[in-house]
DNA sequence: TTGTAAGCGTTATCAC
DNA sequence: GTGATAACGCTTACAA
């Protein structure tokens, strides 16, 4: 910069102006100082503009690991969004550990981040690490793993919203005896997910029937097991919908191994759209996580609290509306023709409980 | 940092000093300041730091995009190997768009990265935005999309050996008419992992039968259609080495629809190592592409040329060693003593052609 | 519309 | 072993 004033004949706050494009700078002097930068290639110094404004273009991501189909994801979605802002990304890994979550932290506060997205490691029980970040007056948006309660910005699935509409759809496709593969009970996910499912249910007048709920913990062989204890009731279901993939998966294959037709003997779907549940033959219906679009919804969020810039923001939570997916596994009736398009965007449903 | 110094009634200096374990430092004072730095909470400002030392503690990645199963785990291993060396990772997409990949490079060198790793754009044929990179001095890797030639660092996967060993393995169960499902030979990959199969059979000695050999997109279905051509051969392959995956699964399941049993008829392995091979029945024999030592290594080779610091570094190429994971779909011998286990670390074959 | 000068938080240099 | 000071590259009152 300095290179540019002395070449010029101008004052390094004229060059800083024309470059940032300041309002009282004349069209004529910002051309000649942008056509200079261009010709001596000049990079701005983003640390040192940082370092002098207080505040970085950097968000900070820590996630629990930057494996399988779902964080990836969401992680696409936040690099997107805030690029689009003008936005860059630091990006750690807590792998699933309170104290790397903690030490992350630090390292983001330390590189002067404009707001941090977090989605909380399996071990983090104790949430004070955050109070610092408060304390400091840094942006937070919490998603999927998020903590509780409506004193926190937080974007999530809504997962009973996903049960629902799966269940729904089974009972659009004339089935009356829907099993449930459910997960563990303990885990928000798979509770709101068998809500759904049992909302579904009430909704159509069907009974709630326990005998039709089964439990695991939602992997490949433990679907084909359901599936063999559900096809020796006394009345087997006509449809299954599991709480997950793999389950839905092994309930697939078990059903073939026994000679059944799917979905025609009975429909299954599943959640969480893996990527194997468009191969398999059939395909299989799921629910889509809308991953990117968290990402999106999570930045969005984050952006209005950067721009909010410390006047009191009141802390919001959203819930994503889930994208129900019909394949084969499910799809018994003839095709009908198609309705309204549905909205792409992330929407906002309402506060969480 | 003045804080500190005020209350101790010392100079920032010694506070700097303190911090930062400079070794003309008392160790009584270090013990003070340090205390007092929990008591107060101090955050270093890497920002200040990496301004007033001309070098941050940051890294910059550019991929395509972090979708699917290769690039997210190479991000893994490089953040992972990263932030163990003290760095940390900004991330950028270049949606396979070379302005953007341009742009990417402009805002990792203004955010005054210490070095940059880099997987191509497919949009991107002329490399002269790398130039700026290097004329400013700053360390560069490529991985797995790389710049051709030996004066640029990277790191790759070895196709051909991991066509070779693949091929190999098929011969070891018996199979004398392997086929080959090929991709488009004017990808590397696709080219080497050809040559790797070409390799195998003529050292066992099998004549190199074109009949044997089809090429496709690689896509599930041309897998499928791939099989039946092959099936229908006067004298059918008793196995088939797929160039990719999603071509196996393809033959997998058009070899079952035929009535073969896989792998006693006609055993089948893939390439890829994608999360479903092993969910599949059988699983599919496949070849792991060594995602995670991918980004340790380029990490390993970047921070190398960072600390070599400036001074002559000649470039290198890496090659990192295929892992070939047998399973059922090729598995046609009764199981054998387990040889002594294979290194896992990344490996360094050779200069590249 | 432009210039002057101070300062963001750290560290390297040089002196003591 | 410690301190004073300048400097990293940029922005922004304030003044002109």
Redesign the pocket.
Known sequence: ?ADLAREL??????I??A??DH????PA?KQKVLKLAKKYNY???RL??A????KSQLLGIVVPYIEGRFFPSVVHGIETAASRAGYNVIICQSNEDVAQERRNLDILLSAQVAGILVSLSRTTHDFRHFEKVRSRGLPLVFFDRIVEGDNVNAVVLDDQEGGYVSTRHLLNQGCRRIAHLAGPQHLNIYKNRRQGYLDALREAGLPEDESLILYSDMAQDQGAEGMRQLLALPSAPDAVFAAGDYCALGALQEAHRQGLRVPEDVAIAGFSNETFTVITQPPITTIDQRCEEMGQAAVRLLLEIIEADGRPFTPRQVALRPELLVRGSSDRLPAVPAGPLRDPSAKFIGTLA
């Open positions: 910069m004949g101008v004052s390094m706050t004229t800083s102006r470059l940032s309002h009282s700078i004349g002097m990079q701005p110094n040192a503009s370092l002098r404004k207080g």
